[in-house]
Structures are given as structure tokens and as C-alpha cells.
Nanobody
Framework: QVQLVESGGGLVQPGGSLRLSCAASGTFFNLYTMGWYRQTPGKQRELVAGITSIGNTNYPDSVKGRFTISRDNAKNTVYLQMNSLKPEDTAVYYC?????????WGQGTQVTVSS
């Protein structure tokens, strides 16, 4: 099972950009389906981007065209490029990796979009 560590969160103005990184340690990272989720207080965690082992991606309408997920299997890392950020994108962002019954989560990184 992989261990996941997110980085890259912070404070950004509306309209700005951030890139989150998720570094994985462990074996078979290239086989994992990876995802980025976000959560705000009192709300359920929601998927914002997913990428399969073969590179197929999916996004909810709320971020489509603004967020891009990618992976570098040589570096055991998955990225989330976030552009045109809005205040409603403010949340704790979590990295997730799934392979069969294996389900790993990172500790989360805070993204705050505010002027």
C-alpha cells in the first residue's frame, strides 16, 4: 500500500493558480488510480479530479476546464494544476490512491482563495 504526502497548498488570490503535488512511497504506484478530493467544514469530501493507471481523467463540472490532473510514474507523483481559482475552491485538498481493496489517503493540504 502506498503512503501519500501532499504539498503545494497555500493562499492565492481569486483568478490565481496553484499546483499541488502528491508524492507516493511504496510499490506499484503506476497501477493505482489516483484522485484529488477536497473538503470544507460540515461538507462531504468531494472528488475534484481522477486519473487512472493508463491516464484517463475525469472531473466534475465545477472544476472542468480549470483543473488538470497528471501523473509522473517515474517520480511516483501525481499533480493537480489549478487555474482561475475561485473563493469557493477554498478547502483542504486530499490525495487518494486506490488499487483493488487498497485505499490510501494523504494528510491533506490547505488551499485558501481570498483577496
Amino acid at each position: 500500500q502506498v503512503q501519500l504526502v501532499e504539498s503545494g497548498g497555500g493562499l492565492v488570490q481569486p483568478g490565481g493558480s496553484l499546483r499541488l503535488s502528491c508524492a507516493a512511497s511504496g510499490t506499484f504506484f503506476n497501477l493505482y488510480t489516483m484522485g484529488w478530493y477536497r473538503q470544507t467544514p460540515g461538507k462531504q469530501r468531494e472528488l475534484v479530479a481522477g486519473i487512472t493507471s493508463i491516464g484517463n481523467t475525469n472531473y466534475p463540472d465545477s472544476v472542468k476546464g480549470r483543473f488538470t490532473i497528471s501523473r509522473d510514474n517515474a517520480k511516483n507523483t501525481v499533480y493537480l494544476q489549478m487555474n482561475s481559482l475561485k473563493p469557493e475552491d477554498t478547502a483542504v485538498y486530499y490525495c487518494n490512491g486506490r488499487l483493488g481493496k487498497l485505499d490510501s489517503w494523504g494528510q491533506g493540504t490547505q488551499v485558501t482563495v481570498s483577496s
